[in-house]
């Protein structure tokens, strides 16, 4: 019987940045969500929007509630869906490291609309590099 082939990157989980989890007390609530509603605007016509619902409305929640949970908010992710597992979740999608070069870039876009101070969105986008790395769950064709 053949064993699943699970790719695990080279990288780990991101490491713990004392400074992330200030950004909500910094940007509050709304900021959070209008950053996931500009990078979920990209989203449609990018090469990964197969792997997302057309009606992204569902996602644009549960990613906020997430990202807001990331950057010392409110537990909304927990308290909705249970514990993030965001690896275990994202299993079923194939992320390879042009699909997460795909969603940085998307989230690059969203950041330079978005308007925040330039520490927090270096803060921020060093978290989703680490954060995506991780993510990867599938070995580039080019590996």
């Known amino acids: ?80 869906y249970g514990p993030p597992r965001m690896r275990a979740r994202h299993l079923p999608f194939p992320i390879d490291e042009k699909a997460r070069r795909t969603w940085l870039s998307c989230y690059r876009k969203a950041i330079k609309e978005w308007d925040a101070g330039e520490e927090e969105k270096e803060i921020l986008w060093k978290f989703l590099e680490d954060f995506s790395a991780w993510m990867v769950n599938k070995a580039s064709s080019n590996d």
């Open 1 to 80: 019987m053949d064993q699943p082939n699970f790719y695990v990157p080279p990288v780990g989980p991101p490491a713990s940045n004392p400074k992330l989890h200030t950004l909500f007390a910094i940007l509050g609530e709304a900021k959070i969500r209008e950053l996931v509603s500009l990078f979920y605007a990209k989203i449609p016509s990018s090469d990964i929007a197969f792997m997302f619902p057309q009606d992204l409305e569902e996602s644009i929640v549960k990613s906020a509630d997430f990202l807001i949970q990331v950057l010392g908010g409110p537990s909304y992710y927990v308290q909705k």
